[in-house]
């Protein structure tokens, strides 16, 4: 039934079009979404200084699943299934915390970091704890940023690790510190939050705080000129100068997308702020401003604003049918100090002010969509990058 469904609706897709309707309405392909993306792709939980210390954990949520993000030993993090072995309660409640193990509230079934089950009572002597413990999934370290796939045999992170390796290392993110992470609740399908991310179609007319510091908003005679002397730069200033693009279909496996692209800031602008000024110190061994900034995508939905003194992760996931939370991580040089090397409101005002925005846009996105009379529209040229992420998700629904 469902793959008659999808199959009438691939019919009626056109090329560089939006979707129909249903692909954001019906609850069988909102389950089906879950199943062959979600838990088949590598997805960004965290970094690793949000847990520093032995026994230090956060959870990773979405949908109707949980993963504790534990650090279990000195250079070991695990991603264990937040779901008792006994009845399936909860194990951890609050969002994050540093525990000796891990203990379930409703029958005392206690967990060691690694998830081995090590004591529950009264469960008669014939009950073996060494076949029970808590369930792991896959967990991956990218220069710092853990990501977790819950598939069984998920497509190997290497390609993503060995692709980015020197592109990423200037910026020396495995010893950057999260300065600061928020999580933007939208009341939308989880497409739209992405598919506006992926154009700046509407950058110009609904992000001005944006589009006046960075050239893809306004793309002009004088960009590809820009770009070259920022390229130029780059070197000089300890920066590389690739550009990598494995993206959606052109990934090396399904759910193992990443790409590495360098772009103009205007003139007067170095980094995203409100006033293009500095806002921490550099990252890494970057030696200097070289006028640009990078777009990072790792896995298919989360993306990075790499400026040379700050990076924005941004994450898309979805809660229910009908909404989805973005999460958003500033991380900063390992030893800078609030207050002192940086200030919080400034360094968060660009990419807070412009999410913000984006959660209108993207409501009022959904609010049309939900329309009987709602028919998908021609895409602008500006949005090739969000009709690869269709022609991917339409592909990855048929198979």
Sequence with gaps: MIQEKIESL???QKDMHAMPREFYRD???????????????????GHQSEIPNLGDWFLFEFAEESV?????????????????RHRGSRVCIEHKGCSRNLRCRYHGWT?????????????????????IGLKAVHAELLDGMIFVNFADRPSSFDPVREGLSDALKPYDL????????????????????????????????????????HSLARPD??????????MARAASCGLSDSRINFIYQEAPDFGADYSYDRYAMWRGHVTGSEDGKP???????????????????????????????????????????DTAD??????????????????????????????????????????????RYYQPGPLSTMEDYTWKFLSWYLDAMKN
């Design 68 to 84: 504790i993000i534990v650090r279990s030993g000195e250079n070991e993090i695990r991603a264990l299934l937040n779901v008792c």
């Design 326 to 371: 973005c999460d958003i991580t500033w991380l900063v040089r390992g030893d800078a100090q609030e207050g002192v090397d940086y200030d919080k409101d400034r360094l968060t005002w660009l990419w807070d002010v412009t999410t913000h925005a984006h959660k209108d846009i993207i409501e009022r996105n959904q609010q049309g969509v939900k329309s």
């Design 111 to 131: 967990y060691g970091l690694d998830g081995k089950l090590v004591s529950a009572a009264h469960m008669g002597e014939s009950f073996d704890k060494s076949d």
């Design 221 to 230: 005679t004088r960009t590809g000129e820009i770009n070259a002397e920022v």
């Design 27 to 45: 609850a069988e392909i909102y389950e089906r979404e879950i199943d062959r993306i979600f838990l088949n792709s590598w997805l960004y939980a």
């Design 279 to 321: 806002v921490a110190p550099l990252l890494g061994t970057i030696r200097d401003y070289d006028g640009g900034a990078t777009d990072l995508q790792v896995g298919p939905v989360t993306f990075g604003l790499m400026y040379c003194d700050h990076v924005v992760l941004y994450r898309f996931m979805p809660l229910t049918r």
């Design 10 to 12: 691939l019919k009626q």
């Design 174 to 213: 495995a010893n950057a510190r999260v300065a600061h992470r928020q999580s933007y609740p939208i009341k939308a399908n989880w497409k739209l939050a992405v598919e506006n991310y992926c154009e700046c179609y509407h950058c110009a007319p609904a992000h001005p705080e944006y589009s006046k510091g």
